[in-house]
């Protein structure tokens, strides 16, 4: 068992992003739907933001739906598009209680990913919350929907392009910071660690950019059991590494 006095308070991961994987897995094992899985990998987020706050770290990116899930079938798709909804429903639509839940965590929230192929209702709940926490400076939890990397560099690409034909940018003046200010992530710092659950090795196109010098820490658990317990764990295994960005080993 790792208490929260065995993390260090130093090198504490800034950024940690997750690949919330295994909800389905995870149901399957005891017998549930899918849908089972996806609800309780949801309302997992929560209690993991809050032990990552708690520790010191200031971003926590996750990712809910890739550009690539809209492969699943529509049954599925639909159900994943319908979560949010029912989270609501949770406050009925009473936005003050909404708004306080929120901001007693003293928890920002952001979208990050793709806009054009959200349903409405989605896109306005995600306008709302993100109102509703933008003075929250403790820590931001940066919510990944319809998002892809590729998508984000073809994106970037294409913005850079228009400006250089504009010529409100010039083409040699770009370079590691101008690329990095035309991603969808722009002014989220690299990720430090990149935790990826239910035992995958790989990074199914999330944030390919910014986990150019992440840690990686890869687990068996399925998202909806992965605890604070081995949130804990897995910082202080990060706090082990020697993260050395090329140059030669410290000490
Ligand atoms: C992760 O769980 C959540 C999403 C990708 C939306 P999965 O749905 O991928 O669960 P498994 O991998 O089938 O167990
Ligand atoms: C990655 O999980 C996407 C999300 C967690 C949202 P997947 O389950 O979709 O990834 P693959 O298909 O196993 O690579
Ligand atoms: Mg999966």
């Known amino acids: 068992m790792i208490k929260r006095d065995k993390v260090l308070k ?3 991961p800034k950024h940690i992003a997750f690949i919330l994987d295994g909800n389905g897995r995870w149901a399957r094992r005891r017998g549930r739907s899918r849908a089972h899985g996806h609800e309780r ?3 997992n987020i929560r ?3 809050i032990e990552a706050k708690e520790l010191g770290v200031e971003v926590m990116s996750v990712y809910a739906f890739s550009t690539e899930n809209w492969k699943r079938p529509q049954k599925e798709v639909d159900m994943l598009m319908d979560l949010p909804k029912r989270y609501e429903k949770e406050y009925d639509h009473d936005n003050e209680a909404f708004k306080k839940k929120y901001l007693a965590d003293d928890v920002r929230i952001i979208f990050t990913g793709r806009r054009d192929r959200l349903d409405n209702y989605n896109l306005g709940l995600m306008k709302r919350i993100e109102d509703a926490t933008k003075e929250n400076e403790g820590f931001t939890l940066n919510i990944c929907v319809d998002y892809g990397s590729k998508d984000e560099l073809v994106n970037a690409a294409k913005s850079m392009a228009k400006k250089v034909a504009n010529k409100s940018l010039n083409v040699n003046a770009i370079d590691e910071e101008t690329m990095a200010s035309h991603l969808y992530t722009h ?6 660690l990149l935790i990826r659950t239910s035992g995958e090795q790989r990074l199914s196109n999330f944030l390919l950019w910014q986990n150019a010098y ?3 820490y890869f ?3 399925h998202w ?3 605890s604070q317990k081995e949130l804990r764990k897995a910082i202080v295994d990060f706090q082990k590494r020697n ?3 090329g140059g030669l080993k410290k000490g």
Do not use: C, N, Q
């Not at 002014?187 to 430090?192: R, T």
């Open 10 to 12: 130093r090198d504490v």
């Open 41 to 43: 990998g949801a309302m």
């Open 47 to 49: 209690s993991i933001a």
């Open 187 to 192: 002014p989220l710092p690299p990720v430090d």
């Open 214 to 216: 992440a840690e990686f």
């Open 219 to 221: 687990t068996k658990t």
């Open 224 to 226: 909806p059991a992965f």
């Open 243 to 245: 993260r050395k960005y």
